[in-house]
């Protein structure tokens, strides 16, 4: 089976910088995925890895170690507008199943 | 423009009643998926389909069925032997090659009285 693991909640002050973590077991690795959600809202798509390293984009990067079992989202300059939750999500297997981690909740804050 | 439809955006039913959310996407994607959320939590898995007339079970397919009859679309049946079917229910699309990024529609507010 596959199992997703990411901090429940984060704090940060705006114009910051935060670091959300997320750790993952699976076979037939696919890729990974991470997507932004506000309350009450569908899931944004904010980054796709499948090779080891860092992808950016603006004020957003993720990293893959897919022998470490290990990603992590880096948001930049933090705004108010950034307060959501962030999902980690892994594609595995031949059949391309999708599943995504519990979230994480970051709280922007003045 | 192209996308992915959920209908209705909030449903009412009486418990013991059998529903059927919609998801229709024309962005020429072969996978399709189902998910659930309740309030505060992640998305779980219910049910997805790389081609038609195929689909494979999810983390929670229990109470819950779906049919692939056209590419186009996803039909989820929310059935009565689900226990707690209040939620809020997701439907996304993807392709299977390149990003496969799935595109997500804006979801059904389901509540069971």
């Known amino acids: 089976g596959q199992n997703i693991d990411q901090p429940t909640e984060m704090t940060a002050t705006e114009g910051a910088i935060v670091q959300i973590n997320c750790t993952y077991q699976t076979s037939g690795f696919n890729g990974l995925f991470w997507y932004q959600q506000h309350a009450g809202e569908a899931p944004t798509f904010l980054s796709y890895?499948?090779?080891?390293g860092l992808e950016e984009k603006g004020r957003f990067s993720s990293f893959l170690s897919r022998s470490k079992g290990y990603s992590y989202l880096l948001l930049k300059e933090l705004q108010m507008k950034d307060s959501a939750s962030y999902l980690c999500?892994?594609?595995?297997?031949?059949?391309?199943?999708?599943?995504f981690g519990a979230g994480t909740r970051l709280a922007v804050h003045p | 423009d192209g996308g992915i439809t959920q209908s209705p955006k909030y449903l009412f039913r009486k418990e013991g009643q059998n529903v059927t959310l919609s998801c229709e996407q024309n962005?020429?994607?072969?996978?399709m998926y189902w998910y659930r959320q309740d309030p505060g939590q992640g998305l779980r898995l219910i049910y997805y389909s790389q081609i038609v007339n195929d689909f494979q079970k999810g983390d929670i397919a229990e109470g819950y069925s779906v049919s692939r009859e056209k590419k186009e679309s996803f039909p989820l049946t929310v059935t009565s032997a689900q226990k707690n079917p209040t939620a809020f229910y997701l439907c996304?699309?993807?392709?299977?090659?390149?990003?496969?990024?799935?595109?997500f529609g804006q979801g059904t507010r389901l509540t069971v009285v």
């Open positions: 999500a892994l594609l595995s297997g031949g059949y391309n199943k999708l599943i």
């Open positions: 962005l020429n994607h072969d996978a």
């Open positions: 890895n499948v090779l080891d």
């Open positions: 996304a699309s993807s392709t299977l090659t390149g990003t496969v990024e799935a595109f």
